[in-house]
T-cell receptor, first 114, second 112 residues
Framework: DGGITQSPKYLFRKEGQNVTLSCEQNLNHDAMYWYRQDPGQGLRLIYYSQIVNDFQKGDIAEGYSVSREKKESFPLTVTSAQKNPTAFYLC?????????????FGPGTRLTVT | LAKTTQPISMDSYEGQEVNITCSHNNIATNDYITWYQQFPSQGPRFIIQGYKTKVTNEVASLFIPADRKSSTLSLPRVSLSDTAVYYCLVGPYTGTASKLTFGTGTRLQVTL
């Protein structure tokens, strides 16, 4: 059963702590993405990666970091430098053999920082 | 990336056909039009993509006029489960990872 998994579904942290969100895919997709969604808003791109060991900043990369050591995994770290980390975080992937705008999304992680 | 404009919200009764129009006046020659659906607290789901004229799949139809400055997503006979936010995106078919820009979308509410 192919797909994208994100864990955990809900995450709570204290202000000042770094936190890492997990994203794993078994679709054999080369490209992976991280988005942030705030209430009533659209998605904003944080980082994306076209291949292993390579990634690019999206529109709102400040305060976030990523790694892409394996094709299947693209973890996102929300650092203490991120001013407003509370949000819904979505991971996605796509295959270069298909239209780049056909992306497959995970179920999301809702992060709450207090 | 081409800017898109959609209605903020729409209401429909169950069983009706719903048409959501997206305006994209500065669409480029190599841009495609893509629509996604998102339910609350879930990731968006790809619905349909097209370049010109009409595209139809098991879920929806996409109508694109000759000038491609707008497009219309048509949902036939909606049900309560079609209540969701629908996003229109415009961008190039590059075959590699590229930026997706989501606006605020159109919130469709289907009632009995």
């Amino acid at each position: 059963d192919g797909g994208i998994t994100q864990s955990p579904k809900y995450l709570f942290r204290k202000e000042g702590q770094n936190v890492t969100l997990s994203c794993e895919q078994n679709l054999n997709h080369d490209a992976m993405y991280w988005y942030r969604q705030d209430p009533g808003q659209g998605l904003r791109l944080i980082y994306y990666s076209q291949i292993v060991n390579d990634f690019q900043k999206g529109d709102i990369a400040e305060g976030y970091s990523v790694s892409r050591e394996k094709k299947e995994s693209f973890p996102l770290t929300v650092t203490s430098a991120q001013k407003n980390p509370t949000a819904f975080y979505l991971c996605a992937s796509s295959s270069p053999g298909t239209a780049s705008y056909e992306q497959y999304f995970g179920p999301g992680t809702r992060l709450t920082v207090t | 990336l081409a800017k898109t404009t959609q209605p903020i919200s729409m209401d429909s009764y169950e069983g009706q056909e719903v048409n959501i129009t997206c305006s994209h006046n500065n669409i480029a020659t190599n841009d495609y039009i893509t629509w996604y659906q998102q339910f609350p607290s879930q990731g968006p789901r790809f619905i349909i993509q097209g370049y010109k004229t009409k595209v139809t799949n098991e879920v929806a139809s996409l109508f694109i006029p000759a000038d491609r400055k707008s497009s219309t997503l048509s949902l036939p006979r909606v049900s309560l489960s079609d209540t969701a936010v629908y996003y229109c995106l415009v961008g190039p078919y590059t075959g590699t990872a590229s930026k997706l820009t989501f606006g605020t979308g159109t919130r469709l509410q289907v009632t009995l």
